[in-house]
């Protein structure tokens, strides 16, 4: 029962991200709320694999974790002018 | 234990929201910087934690996950500061200091 | 880096620490004690090793000794302890109707050599919120702070870096 | 159930937004995010290895060669 309530409060956490992310003046704050919400993507795959039972489910999670800087470090490399 | 996972959680997600708040509220890049990533980095560690706790054969794979959210994050925090620095987004009309301007001029010292 | 030490010792010192974390990370990933799965982690990790342990051997990093190990979980302990008391500072600074925030950018110095203690301790000032590292320059770190207290450097130093760079001073030296 | 069909409201919002942006990197964000909707809904239909694949190519290579692409031409759509 409490984990339908955390997925729902992580779901509107999602749509608070997505918000700034249309909004944004800059693209900087984009890249912020892109940061933001792999996180908080990380934390709601693992509630759900929680709610399906499964061990399996939590690989995908751990590869998202290792994985999602990579996307920010390079936005920002650009940002930079260095690449 | 699944009544002291399911607090852990809470606290976890509760925190989650609040970062995901602050971006929506606070008035420029550093300071979304601010809640945006570290009350995250903080919920997501406890909200993982908990779910470990609640699931007690899980535990040291979440802790492999939680370890990877703390090295990785500061990275892209700190990338992400440092190039909008680069690029000339000003700071806030609220803001009472900057120094930059001091800091560059220790490059040319050392 | 010029090393006062052998450059032999050094080498199997990256080789072990490296060998070490890369296994425990294994035991924490099979979660299982079976003969099997020990056997083929110590495979693997050593053949990692072998070919990746020269971009580590850079780092310099001291001898392990039992006092440096105790100051590290110490480290720990208040790293976590300073992770959970700012954040909910800053929670509180965001729920606040009328957001009490005064940020500003300002420079902190540090007295520590070594380019990984100084990594570390740019990490733990990015994760303590309320303050995080923008740039360094050799011995002075740009950092961002969400509730200006106080301008000047040996000030600011004090409140940011002092407790977190006691305890790396005795691990690094 | 309901989760789903707001994610997908979102997923829909973040590809118009990709198509409709002027500045490209900001596109690139979008369509990253996109992805990143995209692995969870596979997720939720019980897919973990596609959810990987999704989540390696899509969010980490698409964005950098994207970027690569963006940096040998302009930044702004006229």
């Not at chain 1, 892109?34 to 759900?48: C, S, W």
């Not at chain 2, 602050?22 to 560690?45: E, M, S, W």
Request: hydrophobic share 55%; glycine share 6%.
């Amino acid at each position: 029962m409490s984990e339908i309530f955390f997925l729902t409060i992580i779901g509107i956490g999602i749509v608070l991200c997505f918000f700034r992310m249309l909004k944004g003046p800059t693209a900087a704050d984009r890249a912020v709320a892109l940061d933001t919400v792999t996180t908080v993507t990380v934390a709601f795959l693992v509630i759900l694999g929680y709610v399906f039972k499964r061990y399996v489910y939590l690989d995908v999670s751990l590869v998202y974790a290792a994985l999602m800087f990579v996307g920010s470090v390079v936005i920002a490399r650009f940002l930079e002018k260095g690449i | 234990m699944q009544i002291v996972g399911i607090l852990i959680t809470g606290i976890g997600v509760l925190f989650l929201l609040l970062g995901s708040y602050g971006i929506v509220r606070l008035p420029d890049v550093y300071n979304r910087l601010q809640a945006g990533t570290k009350c995250t980095t903080f919920g997501a560690l406890f909200t993982i934690i908990g779910v470990g706790i609640m699931e007690p054969s899980w535990f040291w794979k979440t802790l492999i996950i939680a370890l990877f959210i703390l090295l990785t994050n500061p990275i892209s925090n700190h990338a992400l500061g440092r190039a909008s620095r680069k690029s000339g987004i000003p700071l806030c009309d609220r803001s009472v200091v900057d120094k930059a301007s001091e800091f560059e001029q220790y490059k040319g010292k050392v | 880096m010029a090393d006062p030490e052998s450059t032999s010792d050094n080498k199997l010192r990256s080789i072990l620490y490296m060998f070490l974390f890369l296994y425990l990370i294994w035991l924490c990933l099979s979660a299982s004690l079976h003969y099997q799965e020990l056997l083929a982690g110590i495979f693997f990790c050593l053949l990692l090793t072998i070919f990746l342990h020269r971009q580590y051997y850079s780092l310099g990093l001291p001898p392990l000794t039992i006092k440096r190990f105790v100051f590290f979980i110490i480290y720990l302990v208040v790293l976590f302890n300073e992770i959970v008391r700012a954040n909910i500072d800053v929670a509180y600074r965001v729920i606040h109707p009328k957001m009490p925030i005064k940020p500003g950018i300002i420079v902190i110095s540090t007295k520590l050599k070594q380019d990984i203690a100084k990594m570390i301790l740019a990490n733990s000032i990015t994760l303590t919120p309320g303050t995080f590292t923008l740039d360094i320059i050799e011995d002075k770190f740009l950092v961002h702070w969400i509730n200006v207290q106080t301008e000047d450097i040996e000030e600011a130093t004090r409140i940011i870096g002092e407790k977190f760079e006691k305890y790396l001073r005795v691990i690094f030296e | 159930m309901i989760i789903v069909y707001l994610l997908v409201l979102l997923m829909l919002a973040a590809a118009i937004a990709a198509s409709v942006f002027k500045d490209l990197l900001s596109a690139v964000i979008a369509a990253c995010l996109v992805s990143l909707i995209a692995a969870i809904l596979f997720y939720f239909l019980q897919a973990p290895d596609v959810a990987m694949a999704e989540a390696s190519i899509g969010a980490a290579l698409v964005t950098a060669v994207f970027i690569v692409a963006i940096k040998r031409t302009k930044r702004h759509e006229e």
